[in-house]
């Protein structure tokens, strides 16, 4: 056993990214500012896409956009249930109704078909999810949206450095990207969107900040005109300078960080590959990308132990695990005040008592991850 902890995660930052906190702590301009202004434009830079907006979070920016498209009661968003709980929770607060679509039980990641079969006359959006850092089949599911008039909104939250058929994934679409803790760059908590949507921006700049014709820090004028009027009613939603600063330090080296992630995950798949009992997630099929490796995540397939007594043992033997995540649908809200059910969706439900995301973070070594698949080995011969 491990003398030692593993965590689950750890977030990497050296002293270059301390500096830059520090730098701007000492520059008297601590909240949305001139580092908000930079890393909009290095992520529009990263990602090939003309707008981007600093958010407090992702889910802010779910919550933002949702208002901006102007979706409400009546409408019906459609997206996966195994997902962070934040998407179905705006949804339903927007007072739309979340629609989720089953998932291939191998990847893990929503179908264009799965998408097509959830579609009627009240659906006004598609959010198709990212999962662990591989993308969806996007050309596949934008057709189905085009072919139905409906817009899409992609959740990046784990894909950032995530490539489709050779481009970054929400280049062309809006997406929005996460920052929290355990993401592979963050600042605690943050997010950002990125869209070509010029209209959709104003709007959610508007939004973000009280709802004031101008945005907390005007590029031109270096600050917010003290004679910006409240356009419509907004909320709070701006990112820090020191958040900024933070992920701007990280951004220069996303493509290191995601490097080695890949490595420790490619050490992974090959000493897991003759383990029996637990199944890693398989790539899709039909078109080229490059992983983001935000997550490694195997299904506990072992018929003499569960999921969460895996978890258990592996923690008494200094392995931290994660779970992401829970199947939405059949969390307690939504089972009773939205009707969902068991055997609603079957690959989604085999997955989601199954899925356990292992130990996956840069300043990890070789080392680290054949300890982890020992004690794997060693639960699972106990079992």
Same mark, same amino acid.
């Given at each position: 056993?491990?003398?030692?902890?593993?965590?689950?995660?750890?977030?990497?930052?050296?002293?270059?990214?301390?500096?830059?906190?520090?730098?701007?702590?000492?520059?008297?301009?601590?909240?949305?500012?001139?580092?908000?202004? &930079?890393?909009?434009?290095?992520?529009?830079?990263?990602?090939?896409?003309?707008?981007?907006? %600093?958010?407090?979070?992702?889910? %802010?920016?779910?919550?933002?956009?949702?208002? !901006?498209?102007?979706?409400?009661?009546?409408?019906?968003? /459609?997206?996966?249930?195994?997902?962070?709980?934040?998407?179905?929770?705006?949804?339903?607060?927007?007072g #739309?109704t979340? =629609?989720?679509?089953?998932?291939?039980?191998?990847?893990?990641?929503?179908?264009?078909?799965?998408?097509?079969? +959830?579609?009627?006359?009240?659906?006004?959006? /598609?959010?198709?999810?990212?999962?662990?850092?591989?993308?969806? @089949?996007?050309?596949?599911?934008?057709a189905?949206? @085009?072919?139905?008039?409906?817009?899409?909104?992609? $959740?990046?939250?784990?894909?950032?450095?995530?490539?489709?058929?050779?481009?970054? /994934?929400?280049?062309?679409?809006?997406?929005?990207?996460?920052?929290? #803790?355990?993401?592979? *760059?963050?600042?605690?908590?943050?997010?950002?969107?990125?869209?070509?949507d010029?209209?959709?921006?104003?709007?959610?700049?508007?939004?973000?900040?009280?709802?004031?014709?101008?945005?907390?820090?005007?590029?031109?004028?270096?600050?917010?005109?003290?004679?910006?009027?409240?356009?419509e009613?907004?909320?709070? +939603?701006?990112?820090?300078? *020191?958040?900024? !600063?933070?992920?701007?330090?990280?951004? &220069?080296?996303?493509?290191? *960080?995601?490097?080695?992630?890949?490595?420790? #995950?490619?050490?992974?798949? &090959?000493?897991?590959? $003759?383990?029996?009992?637990?199944?890693?997630?398989? $790539?899709?099929?039909?078109?080229?990308?490059?992983?983001?490796?935000?997550l490694? =995540?195997?299904?506990?397939?072992?018929?003499?132990?569960?999921? @969460?007594?895996?978890?258990?043992?592996?923690? &008494?033997?200094?392995?931290?695990?994660?779970?992401?995540?829970?199947t939405?649908?059949?969390?307690?809200?939504?089972?009773?005040?939205?009707?969902?059910?068991?055997?609603?969706?079957?690959?989604?439900?085999?997955?989601?008592?199954?899925? +356990?995301?292992?130990?996956?973070?840069?300043?990890?070594? #070789?080392? $680290? =991850?054949?300890?982890?698949?020992?004690a794997?080995?060693?639960?699972?011969?106990?079992?």
């Open positions: 056993m491990r003398k030692d902890f593993l965590p689950f995660t750890r977030p990497e930052l050296n002293d270059n990214d301390i500096a830059e906190v520090v730098s701007v702590l000492k520059s008297g301009w601590l909240t949305n500012g001139p580092k908000n202004a &930079e890393l909009e434009d290095k992520m529009c830079e990263y990602t090939d896409c003309r707008y981007a907006v %600093a958010l407090s979070s992702a889910t %802010a920016g779910m919550h933002l956009l949702l208002e !901006a498209m102007n979706i409400g009661p009546g409408d019906e968003v /459609i997206t996966p249930a195994l997902t962070w709980v934040s998407t179905a929770n705006m949804i339903a607060l927007s #739309a979340p =629609v989720f679509a089953d998932i291939d039980r191998n990847t893990m990641l929503v179908t264009p078909e799965a998408i097509e079969k +959830c579609i009627t006359e009240r659906t006004k959006l /598609i959010i198709p999810v990212h999962y662990t850092g591989v993308p969806v @089949d996007i050309d596949a599911i934008q189905i949206a @085009d072919k139905h008039r409906i817009p899409v909104v992609e $959740d990046a939250a784990h894909a950032l450095g995530t490539f489709y058929k050779g481009r970054h /994934i929400g280049g062309k679409n809006t997406a929005l990207y996460s920052f929290h #803790a355990i993401k592979n *760059i963050t600042c605690g908590e943050g997010g950002i969107l990125t869209t070509d010029e209209e959709l921006v104003k709007k959610i700049r508007m939004l973000k900040f009280h709802g004031l014709g101008v945005d907390a820090f005007d590029r031109e004028n270096k600050g917010r005109s003290p004679q910006a009027e409240v356009i009613p907004g909320y709070k +939603c701006n990112l820090t300078d *020191i958040c900024a !600063a933070l992920l701007l330090s990280q951004l &220069e080296r996303i493509e290191e *960080i995601n490097s080695k992630r890949a490595k420790l #995950a490619m050490l992974y798949r &090959e000493l897991l590959a $003759d383990v029996d009992g637990v199944d890693p997630l398989h $790539d899709p099929k039909g078109y080229d990308f490059k992983h983001a490796w935000h490694f =995540v195997v299904r506990v397939t072992s018929d003499k132990i569960g999921r @969460d007594s895996f978890m258990a043992k592996l923690k &008494e033997l200094n392995i931290g695990t994660g779970l992401h995540f829970r939405i649908h059949l969390q307690k809200y939504y089972r009773e005040k939205m009707g969902f059910k068991p055997g609603d969706l079957p690959d989604t439900e085999w997955n989601s008592d199954r899925i +356990c995301s292992l130990p996956l973070f840069p300043a990890m070594n #070789a080392d $680290d =991850v054949r300890d982890v698949v020992d794997i080995k060693q639960v699972l011969a106990n079992a």
